[in-house]
C-alpha cells in the first residue's frame, strides 16, 4: 500500500499505460489508492471456477468487485508450481474475460526449450492452448506477455534483438488467427529481468510494447525509471 501511495504521487503523466498487479488481499485497498491516479490495477491470478465451494480460491467476479480491470493469466510460475495447464488458463482466460477483466496472457520457453531452439513452438502451442479460440471482439482485451523463464530473476536477460525476434514471432501468430490490423493493435510486453539501464533498448524495438516488470518494480525510483524508458 505504502509503494501503491508512492508510485501515484511519482507517476503523474505517464507517455505509456501503468498497471500494478498486488495480492488478492491488497486489491480492494490498494484500488482506493490509485483511484483518480494514472495508475491501473490488477490480480496476479484468478480461479477457473466462476463460483461454488472452492474454499481459498479467488474468482473472476471477486477480483473485479474490488475494483481490479486487470488479471494476469498463465504467468511462468503458475504454470510450473501450480501444474496450470492449457486447458485450465482456457476456463481462466474465459470467466474472466465474461466478468470484464482484461487479461495479460504471459508464454515462454524454459532454458532448456531455448537451448534446443523450440522457443517458437513453444509460445505458439501456449497461444493456440489457452486464447486463440477467442473471437476478434474478445482478442481486443487481451494483452500478451512474453517471459523468457531462462531470465527471470537469473539476471540473464534476452537480448533485445533476441527479444524482437520472438515478439515479432508471436505477433505473425496474432495475424495469421485474427488478421494484420488485430495483430499490429496487440500489446506485446516483454518479461525477463527487465529494468531502467536495459528497458531503453528493449523499448525502442518495433514489436515490444512494454514491460511486465518483476522485481525491478517494487522500488518507486526504479519502476519509475523503466515508465521513463517509454516514450
Excluded at 504454470?79 to 481462466?92: D, M, S, V
Aim: net charge negative.
Amino acid at each position: 500500500m505504502a509503494l501503491a501511495k508512492e508510485l501515484t504521487e511519482v507517476v503523474k503523466n505517464p507517455n505509456c499505460g501503468v498497471i500494478i498487479c498486488t495480492p488478492f488481499i491488497h486489491l480492494a485497498s490498494v484500488a482506493e489508492i490509485v483511484k483518480g491516479s494514472a495508475i491501473e490495477l490488477g490480480a496476479e491470478n484468478c480461479a477457473d471456477k466462476a463460483s461454488g465451494a472452492y474454499t481459498g480460491e479467488v474468482s473472476a467476479e471477486m477480483v473485479k468487485s474490488t475494483g481490479a480491470q486487470y488479471v494476469i493469466l498463465g504467468h511462468s510460475e503458475r504454470r510450473e508450481y501450480y501444474n496450470e495447464t492449457p486447458e485450465i488458463l482456457k476456463e481462466k482466460v474465459q470467466l474472466a474475460l465474461a466478468n470484464g477483466l482484461k487479461v495479460i496472457f504471459c508464454i515462454g520457453e524454459s532454458l532448456a526449450e531455448r537451448e534446443a531452439n523450440k522457443q517458437n513452438e513453444v509460445v505458439k502451442a501456449e497461444l493456440q492452448g489457452s486464447v486463440f479460440n477467442l473471437t476478434a471482439e474478445e482478442w481486443k482485451n487481451i494483452v500478451i506477455a512474453y517471459e523468457p523463464i531462462w531470465a527471470i530473476g537469473t539476471g540473464k536477460t534476452a537480448t533485445a534483438d533476441q527479444a524482437e525476434e520472438i515478439h515479432a514471432y508471436i505477433r505473425s501468430c496474432v495475424a495469421e488467427v485474427y488478421g494484420a490490423e488485430a495483430a499490429a493493435e496487440t500489446t506485446i510486453l516483454y518479461g525477463g529481468s527487465c529494468k531502467a539501464s536495459n528497458a531503453p533498448e528493449l523499448f525502442a524495438k518495433p514489436d515490444i510494447d512494454g514491460g511486465l516488470i518483476g522485481g525491478a518494480s517494487l522500488k518507486a525510483a526504479d519502476f519509475k525509471g523503466i515508465i521513463d524508458a517509454w516514450g
